[in-house]
């Protein structure tokens, strides 16, 4: 047990370590499932897994409350897996190291997966408890939640209950999310076309120090994509008539802003190549000053590759690249400072045929604003001579206005705290939007406590609020109302 298991809620905080101590990345949750499995049998309580490997976990009301209606707890249990460079890290077999740092828990170099780790923590603490008053619960903890939301893909109608379901994987105290975006992949592929490298100098142009984070949560804060900035400086090289690309790869998740992004070039005129790059360089370092205070764009030495991308290749890639459109895309008309429709270009690689393959992640309000966006960069790209598919729309979560859960937790919450929560639509993919394709009669709203920079080594959740968050838990759960 790691020092923040003496935190309190005790139960909460214990339960979070163990977790952190398990490897969950996305695609790779099998061992915390048996761990979870494991325990809800040693409990006594009814354990099931489904189809697709969520689990399931019922426990009865408390004496007193069987008439209330049934709440469903939910979490996803992967974590996005992101590291800095200089840290050795492999998430599939090496845990994650919390420390407390200050009034916040952090992790060593990773991400800590509080998203969602510390929602799956207080579902345990509920279903481990003796003295919490609730009527029927049912935990639901769902899988692959930041690749693709396997777990609420394939969850099935029947096999839950409950009628009020409680998300945890909101990243605000003080704030109750009834609304989210939906989302959906835009894959894009430029075949490969190489040529023998020439004899020019070889460099590596390197962008690193960005803060990156939550591709939805954070995609308004003006943070710089490293895909983005690469490719614009890549544009500016070409001026210089003697750019030939060798290698381009940056991002590692669709859902993260890219920290990290690097190029292997070659260049005719090196002098007029950095006399370009460090007028462009000074232009962006000015331009972020104040948000990425660490930001490193360095243009090093490299041994000379064996081939490049052919000049067609090469300019296609590059222009198409640089002209894509990023970030936020339009505001809400309907809700006040909340994004509608953004877009990430999260990830660029090479395939095992020297492809260059490009994964944007679309997110929107609105189904129509996400196929807005998705026709508009299918026009870019398929002017470069590139392929592009869209895959994995998954819907939005439209927020119900006579909810009563709604109700309960704005009453609960003014009675613990005598302020009233602010109630929102999140700019982010929660799994709500398609549980309600199962269970259209589910009543539902996402809390959860202060998470900051979620899907970036530098996430850290705030201590004092996930006390807070866990006293309203209590509380909601007793104060839902009997059924019918």
């Given at each position: 047990m790691s020092s923040i298991s003496e935190l309190k809620p005790n139960a909460l905080w214990q339960f979070f370590d163990q977790i952190c101590a398990i490897p969950h990345p996305s695609y790779h949750e099998q061992a915390l499932i048996d761990w979870v499995v494991s325990w809800a049998n040693e409990q006594g309580l009814d354990v099931q897994l489904d189809e697709v490997s969520n689990v399931i976990i019922r426990k009865p009301a408390t004496a007193g409350m069987?008439?209330?209606?049934?709440?469903?707890?939910?979490?996803?249990?992967?974590?996005?897996?992101?590291?800095?460079?200089?840290?050795?890290?492999?998430?599939?077999?090496?845990?994650?190291?919390?420390?407390?740092?200050?009034?916040?828990?952090?992790?060593?170099?990773?991400?800590?997966?509080?998203?969602?780790?510390?929602?799956?923590?207080?579902?345990?603490?509920?279903?481990?408890?003796?003295?919490?008053?609730?009527?029927?619960?049912?935990?639901?903890?769902?899988?692959?939640?930041?690749?693709?939301?396997?777990?609420?893909?394939?969850?099935?109608p029947g096999l839950l209950e409950g009628k009020l379901l409680l998300n945890t994987d909101s990243e605000q105290e003080g704030e109750v999310y009834m609304g989210c975006a939906g989302g959906g992949d835009t894959n894009v592929t430029f075949a490969a076309d190489y040529i023998d490298a020439s004899d020019a100098a070889s460099f590596e142009l390197v962008i690193k120090g960005l803060k990156g984070g939550h591709s939805g949560c954070d995609i308004h804060t003006g943070r710089a994509n490293a895909n983005k900035l690469l490719a614009r400086l890549l544009a500016k090289l070409q001026q210089t008539n003697g750019l030939s690309l060798a290698t381009i790869e940056g991002g590692s998740l669709r859902n993260a802003i890219p920290r990290e992004a690097k190029a292997q070039i070659q260049l005719a005129d090196v002098t007029a190549a950095k006399a370009l790059l460090d007028s462009e360089i000074a232009a962006i370092t000015a331009e972020y000053a104040r948000v990425e205070d660490t930001l490193s764009i360095e243009l090093l030495e490299s041994a000379a590759p064996a081939q490049v991308m052919s000049p067609a290749m090469s300019d296609k890639l590059i222009a198409s690249l640089n002209a894509c459109i990023n970030g936020v895309i339009s505001m809400s008309q309907d809700i006040e400072g909340v994004v509608e429709t953004s877009l990430n270009v999260g990830v660029i690689r090479a395939d095992e045929t020297g492809n260059i393959k490009l994964q944007i992640l679309v997110r929107s309000l609105v189904d129509s604003g996400r196929l807005m966006v998705e026709s508009s960069l299918a026009s870019l790209f398929k002017l470069a001579g590139a392929e592009v598919d869209h895959s994995g729309a998954y819907p939005g979560w439209k927020p119900d206005p006579n909810s009563a859960l709604k109700t309960v937790i704005e009453q609960s919450y003014q009675q613990l705290f005598d302020k009233h929560p602010n109630t929102m639509v999140i700019h982010a993919g929660l799994e709500c939007g398609l549980f309600k394709a199962a269970y259209p009669e589910w009543d539902m709203a996402s809390f959860g406590p202060t998470i900051k920079f979620p899907?970036?080594?530098?996430?850290?959740?705030?201590?004092?609020?996930?006390?807070?968050?866990?006293?309203?838990?209590?509380?909601?759960?007793?104060?839902?109302?009997?059924?019918?």
């Open positions: 069987e008439d209330r209606e049934g709440v469903i707890l939910q979490a996803h249990l992967d974590m996005v897996p992101q590291a800095n460079s200089d840290t050795q890290h492999d998430f599939t077999s090496d845990p994650i190291r919390p420390y407390i740092d200050g009034e916040w828990v952090t992790a060593e170099g990773t991400t800590l997966g509080a998203d969602n780790g510390i929602g799956a923590a207080s579902i345990l603490a509920v279903l481990a408890s003796d003295d919490i008053a609730h009527g029927p619960l049912e935990a639901l903890l769902t899988i692959n939640e930041e690749a693709g939301m396997d777990g609420a893909f394939g969850l099935k899907h970036s080594p530098d996430e850290k959740v705030n201590i004092a609020s996930v006390e807070k968050y866990w006293e309203l838990m209590k509380a909601v759960l007793a104060n839902t109302p009997t059924k019918g």
